[in-house]
């Protein structure tokens, strides 16, 4: 194992974004069954050939060496892997990583989240599409909505001083929803973060009845006068406001607007070892075959930085094209 990070100069691509968060999906086996994701539930899956926690760990060590410093786990449900904790240690334990961020839909939290956080989790984002536990469930597939709130004040029982909170937007679903979100957060240090529905490769129909620009939540915001907060380097895609009135804040993230892939500062890796340069790439750079002995550390890190080279200026999602990806819980969202 490579026990000290060289001081190697850090990723860049061809228009000078650098990237200091990678995105690692560690199965793409999900337990839920949201309509706009996986609506038949998980029909196909390789999690159990998902990458090794040995394999994460060199992963990990050659990204922490090219400057990444922030690693978000996700899936599929990055917590049905038996290992979850041991991948978080091991993470935990590479020289550079200073923040390791989790994405999760809240399954058992409430019972679980005390060991995620004692593993050395930072930071946690939940998805909760809706605040009404009957649309909850028919958006999911679960009737889990307190579970998954008691989930969330377990985590700030347990030292969380801030919680991210993904809720898809959707029309005809949960876009009456706005206010009750508001009052939660109202007294609750939790980030809101409104994504616009994506279409992938499964969810067309879907998507052309539901999607909903992200700029009608962001005109009622400043309608109501939230202000735009100033953007932090190692920051998601969110634009985020807050209001002095309001404990916690707001996120939009709006992949359909023209600026959003100019701050892009992040990489994706799939549970099987891919590294794709952008959530809706045609394809992926295969690094498993470097991820086997810790001997392979140089080539692995010189394929890494080379592969830089071919990352594009943006994704063509406009056009309707959203690349090789079927659904997000293949890649990791
Ligand atoms: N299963 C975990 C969860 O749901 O939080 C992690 C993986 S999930 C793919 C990550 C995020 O992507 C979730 O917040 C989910 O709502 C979002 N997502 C999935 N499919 C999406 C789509 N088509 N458009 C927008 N967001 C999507
Ligand atoms: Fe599973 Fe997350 Fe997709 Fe919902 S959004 S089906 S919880 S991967």
Same mark, same amino acid.
């Given at each position: 194992?490579?026990?000290? @990070?060289?001081?190697?100069?850090?990723? #860049?691509?061809?228009?000078?974004?650098?990237?200091?968060?990678?995105?690692?999906?560690?199965? !793409?086996?999900?337990?839920?069954?949201?309509?706009?994701?996986?609506?038949?539930?998980?029909?196909?899956?390789?999690?159990?050939?998902?990458?090794?926690? !040995?394999?994460?760990?060199?992963?990990?060590?050659?990204?922490?060496?090219?400057?990444? #410093?922030?690693?978000?786990?996700? &899936?599929?449900?990055?917590?049905?892997?038996?290992?979850?904790? &041991?991948?978080?240690?091991?993470?935990?334990?590479?020289?550079?990583?200073?923040?390791?961020?989790?994405?999760?839909?809240?399954?058992?939290?409430?019972?679980?989240? !005390?060991?995620?956080?004692?593993?050395?989790?930072?930071?946690?984002? @939940?998805?909760?599409?809706?605040?009404?536990?009957?649309?909850?469930?028919?958006?999911? &597939?679960?009737?889990?909505?307190?579970?998954?709130?008691?989930?969330?004040?377990?985590?700030?029982?347990? &030292?969380?001083?801030?919680?991210?909170?993904?809720? @898809?937007?959707?029309?005809?679903?949960?876009?009456?929803?706005?206010?009750?979100?508001?009052?939660?957060?109202?007294?609750?240090?939790?980030?809101?973060?409104?994504?616009?529905?994506?279409?992938?490769?499964?969810?067309?129909?879907?998507?052309?009845?539901?999607?909903?620009?992200?700029?009608?939540? #962001?005109?009622?915001?400043?309608?109501?006068?939230?202000?735009?907060?100033?953007?932090?380097? !190692?920051?998601?895609?969110?634009?985020?406001?807050?209001?002095?009135?309001?404990?916690?804040?707001?996120?939009?993230?709006?992949?359909?607007?023209?600026?959003?892939?100019?701050?892009?500062?992040?990489?994706?890796?799939?549970?099987?070892?891919?590294?794709?340069?952008?959530?809706?790439?045609?394809?992926?750079?295969?690094?498993?075959?470097? /991820?086997?002995?810790?001997?392979?550390?140089?080539? /692995?890190?010189?394929?890494?930085?080379?592969?830089? @080279?071919?990352?594009?200026?943006?994704?063509?999602?406009?056009?309707?094209?959203?690349?090789?990806?079927?659904?997000?819980?293949?890649?990791?969202?």
């Amino acid at each position: 194992m490579h026990s000290s @990070v060289s001081a190697l100069p850090g990723l #860049q691509d061809a228009q000078g974004r650098s990237y200091p968060y990678l995105r690692l999906s560690i199965t !793409d086996l999900c337990n839920f069954r949201c309509n706009y994701c996986l609506p038949e539930g998980c029909l196909d899956h390789h999690h159990h050939e998902a990458l090794t926690i !040995d394999e994460i760990r060199r992963l990990i060590t050659a990204f922490a060496a090219l400057g990444v #410093q922030k690693v978000r786990l996700t &899936g599929g449900e990055p917590t049905l892997r038996q290992d979850f904790t &041991g991948i978080v240690r091991t993470i935990k334990q590479v020289p550079g990583i200073r923040k390791l961020a989790m994405t999760t839909n809240g399954y058992k939290m409430d019972q679980r989240v !005390d060991g995620w956080l004692a593993a050395g989790i930072d930071a946690i984002n @939940v998805s909760v599409d809706s605040l009404d536990p009957r649309a909850f469930e028919l958006i999911t &597939g679960h009737n889990r909505l307190r579970e998954v709130m008691a989930g969330i004040e377990r985590a700030f029982a347990g &030292g969380l001083s801030a919680i991210k909170v993904n809720a @898809v937007a959707m029309k005809g679903w949960n876009d009456t929803e706005l206010d009750a979100f508001l009052t939660w957060i109202q007294h609750h240090p939790v980030s809101i973060r409104f994504i616009e529905l994506m279409q992938t490769g499964t969810n067309q129909a879907f998507f052309q009845q539901h999607h909903v620009s992200g700029k009608t939540i #962001q005109t009622l915001l400043l309608e109501r006068g939230w202000v735009r907060k100033v953007r932090q380097v !190692d920051a998601g895609p969110a634009l985020e406001y807050c209001h002095s009135d309001y404990v916690g804040t707001v996120g939009l993230i709006m992949p359909y607007s023209r600026d959003f892939c100019n701050d892009c500062n992040r990489l994706r890796v799939t549970s099987l070892g891919q590294l794709q340069l952008c959530l809706f790439a045609e394809s992926g750079i295969d690094l498993r075959g470097l /991820l086997q002995s810790d001997d392979q550390y140089g080539e /692995l890190v010189a394929t890494i930085r080379s592969a830089l @080279v071919h990352k594009e200026d943006g994704h063509f999602l406009g056009q309707g094209w959203a690349g090789g990806t079927q659904n997000l819980a293949q890649i990791g969202g």
